[in-house]
């Protein structure tokens, strides 16, 4: 279970006030992704309310796949979609429910509105209905079947049920009314024939219910007291409200809508986000640049950071776009106190140290965490050769360069004051090797004699290193909101991945999937779940040391 501090907003004083009203003794609620892609980061948003709410006030959250649209959706999604909520750290009531367990009480309740003459069967066609449901400002007009008799009508409905009509040629339509200011009033469909094998149901129906129809009864038959949605549906409410009114259901959840969450430099929608799967733009629905659960997971984001990243969002009914270095706050900060430190060399150069003895191999102590001796300390071994960072060298360079050039010292992390004596180069003038020296009795001390080093550089034994590669990742696109253009694809960042090979300690070879690190003064970073092994190690970037993008601005 996930346990963080509760954070008031508009929902829970609501909730708080029907359970003070006696309204409601417990809460419920649910969480209803429909399986047609991966969760993202907005999902999160609603998870973390959903589950949050349950979780705070000793009460219950479905998890309920809203799988009305078999052509779209596939038992993958169910599967990744649980797989995600249970990483976020939520447990949901029972089993997974679908909206699909309820196609049989949903079809009576259409029979019932039937009966009631609250629901005829429509032949127009498509762009017929489209015609007469009218405009905001023009009212729509009755179609030619609304006053079909009670008796025709649940013959109607049979035959569709019977599979008689053709996809198109028949719906079913709530009768409400056809100039309400609401659109979503002006009888809408609420039945459609599909002959398509659903994941669940497999070709037992041929008509499957529409969404609003099946929410607002899929909520009610599971006792659902307060159902949280995004604003879009904020008119829909009104269609919610009607159905449970019209029907013999004796629960009536309150719909409360918020805002939908969405971030810079990304998209959010599954149908842009699978776009990017199938176009090979990304490698899958987990890739690290993706906005998913799945993604970020295996970029080293962490369940609490997510869960943390949504209770500093909040909940309102503003429209809002997140900067995704809040994202990257709520991570870099966890990290920072959290995650073990460790070296990697990401862009190496080779140095010899020439007054080392050859050789010779010393397993020196580095600290786990420089503020932390409880997380322990583990051995570097450190000889003759080693890699650092090409730029952490000048052979000339100002005052405020604190890293190593030709004739000054710098220390090396966890180890000894280096001195920069030449250099070696290729024909194009690429330094191929720097060659030092070291003062034996700098380890873990200053020089004897008071002479100040202030530059401090990571590296790694040459010899003992294990090769690496590094993946750095950048924003995915280039605009902040990506999902305004007209060909989205045309703003991708083709920088958003950058590929290094180099080194990293030996004691990395062991690094767990997932598990981010702080690779010193260069970022954090965590083994690939799916690319890297002991032959191919390689690490992603989970974020970097410091908020670079508000450098930038
Ligand atoms: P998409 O546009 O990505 O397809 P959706 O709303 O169709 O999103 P669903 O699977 O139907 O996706 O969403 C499940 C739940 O998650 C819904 O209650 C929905 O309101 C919520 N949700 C989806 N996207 C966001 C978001 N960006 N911010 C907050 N909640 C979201
Ligand atoms: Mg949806």
Redesign the pocket.
């Known amino acids: 279970m996930a346990a963080d501090a509760p954070r008031s907003n508009f929902i829970r004083q609501i909730i708080d006030k029907d359970l003070a009203s006696g309204k409601h003794s417990s809460v419920h609620t649910r969480?209803?992704?429909?399986p047609n892609?991966f969760l993202?980061i907005?999902?999160a948003?609603?998870i973390v309310l959903n589950f949050g709410i349950a979780e705070d006030y000793q009460g219950q959250c479905n998890l309920r796949f809203?799988d009305t649209n078999p052509l779209k959706e596939k038992v993958d999604y169910v599967n990744s979609i649980q797989e995600d909520v249970k990483w976020l750290g939520y447990e949901w009531e029972g089993k997974p429910r679908y909206s699909s367990n309820y196609f049989d009480q949903l079809h009576a309740y259409a029979v019932e509105l039937i009966e009631k003459g609250l629901a005829y069967v429509d032949f127009s066609s498509q762009d017929e209905m489209r015609e007469m449901r009218g405009t905001l400002k023009e009212p729509g007009t009755n179609s030619p079947y609304r006053d079909t008799s009670v008796e025709e009508n649940l013959k109607h409905f049979a035959d569709m049920t019977a599979g008689k009509y053709e996809e198109g040629k028949a719906a079913l339509r709530a009768k409400i009314d056809m100039s309400s200011p609401f659109m979503v009033l002006r009888d809408p469909v609420i039945y459609r024939v599909r002959f398509a094998h659903h994941h669940q149901t497999g070709d037992k129906w041929c008509v499957y219910p529409m969404y609003d129809f099946t929410h607002c009864i899929s909520d009610a038959l599971e006792g659902i007291t307060h159902s949280l949605?995004?604003l879009e549906f904020q008119d829909n409410r009104r269609l919610y409200d009607w159905v449970l009114d019209n029907i013999s259901i004796d629960c009536h959840p309150q719909q409360i809508e918020f805002s939908?969450?969405n971030l810079q430099y990304t998209v959010?929608?599954?149908?842009k986000l699978n776009l990017l799967v199938e176009e090979g733009k990304v490698s899958g629905w987990d890739d690290p640049r993706m906005p998913t659960i799945a993604g970020m997971r295996r970029r080293g984001y962490t369940p609490s950071s997510v869960r943390e990243f949504c209770h500093r969002i909040g909940v309102t009914k503003m429209d809002n776009q997140v900067e995704m270095s809040m994202l990257e706050a709520c991570i870099r900060d966890e990290l920072n106190h959290g995650a073990p430190r460790a070296m990697a060399v990401i862009d190496p150069v080779r140095l010899v140290i020439e007054n080392y003895p050859e050789g010779e191999v010393e397993q020196l102590q580095a600290p786990n965490h420089p503020n932390d001796e409880s997380m322990g300390s583990r051995e570097v071994p450190f000889a003759r050769e080693i890699f650092i960072e090409r730029e952490d060298f000048r052979e000339s360079a100002n005052k405020k360069y604190k890293r190593l050039v030709l004739d000054k010292e710098v220390r090396l992390r966890n180890a000894y004051v280096i001195k920069a004596e030449r250099v070696e180069k290729d024909a194009d003038g690429n330094i191929t090797t720097i060659y030092c020296t070291y003062d034996a009795d700098t380890l873990g001390k200053d020089p004897a004699d008071g002479r100040k080093v202030k530059g401090v550089i990571h590296w790694v034994a040459a010899e003992h290193a294990k090769p690496a590669e590094f993946r750095l990742y950048d924003r995915l696109f280039q605009v902040p909101n990506p999902a305004a253009e007209e060909d989205f694809f045309s703003t991708l960042n083709p920088d958003s991945l950058v590929i290094k090979q180099g080194y990293v300690e030996p004691s990395m070879a062991a690094a767990e999937a997932e598990k981010p690190f702080q690779f010193e003064r260069i970022g954090y970073f965590c083994a690939d779940s799916k690319d890297s092994s002991a032959e191919h190690l390689v690490f992603n970037q989970t974020v970097g040391l410091r908020d670079t993008w508000n450098d930038e601005a």
Not at 31 to 34: H, I, N, R
Not at 268 to 271: A, E, L, Y
């Open positions: 969480f209803p992704p429909e892609g993202h907005g999902h948003k609603s809203d949605c995004t939908r969450l959010m929608s599954k149908r």
